[in-house]
């Protein structure tokens, strides 16, 4: 499933091996067609943005956006739990779902972190990562709305991503995020 892990690098911190790989990217996405044509073209925004910009003033956005602004944290769960003891539950469940798929983490990352989580679906079957992408459907949407607020191109990311999971966010989660 390598459109998840195209997902994975897109969401993670711009480097310049991820600059130059923009081309195979896109070949792997439209090749795989996991996504559709539409989801597809919510990342070209992105995609183009990170092939024409500066890489150090890309890395400088995506820390104000990801690193320094709670509100669009990559770990799912700070959505959900904020700090609470449930964080720390799920953290260690999901580190265990993980394993028990012999996916280990190999970064300093929690369990949570979105490019960690996207990479352990690009090893599952595709059923079950879009299934369990649409899990996160709430989260997504929200990351997705609060990127448009800023005018940033990683919304259409994450809408693709919501496009993907095919999920409906229940009311309930929405309100707990």
Do not use: C, W
Not at 39 to 59: F, H, K, S, T, V
Not at 77 to 83: K, L, S, T, Y
Not at 129 to 143: D, K, M, P, Q, Y
């Amino acid at each position: 499933m390598k459109s998840f892990k195209v997902l994975s690098v897109l969401t993670a911190y711009p480097s310049l091996a991820m600059v130059e790989a923009i081309p195979a990217m896109r070949q792997v996405l439209e090749a795989e067609g996991l996504l559709a044509a539409p989801a597809r073209r919510l990342i070209e925004p992105l995609l183009a943005d990170l092939a024409g910009g500066d890489i150090m003033d890309l890395q400088e956005r995506y820390v104000f956006l990801f690193d320094r602004t709670r509100s669009l944290s990559l770990h799912l769960f700070e959505h959900v739990h904020g700090e609470s003891r449930d964080r720390g539950q799920a953290m260690v469940d999901l580190k265990q779902l993980y394993e028990g798929a012999g996916f280990a983490l190999n970064t300093s990352e929690l369990p949570d972190y979105i490019p960690a989580f996207l990479e352990y679906l690009s090893l599952r079957p595709a059923d079950e990562a879009v299934s369990f992408l649409g899990e996160t459907v709430h989260i997504l949407i929200t990351l997705a709305e609060r990127l448009e607020k800023r005018s940033s191109p990683y919304a259409g990311l994450f809408r693709a991503m919501v496009a993907l999971s095919k999920a409906k966010p229940k009311p309930e989660d929405m309100a707990a995020i």
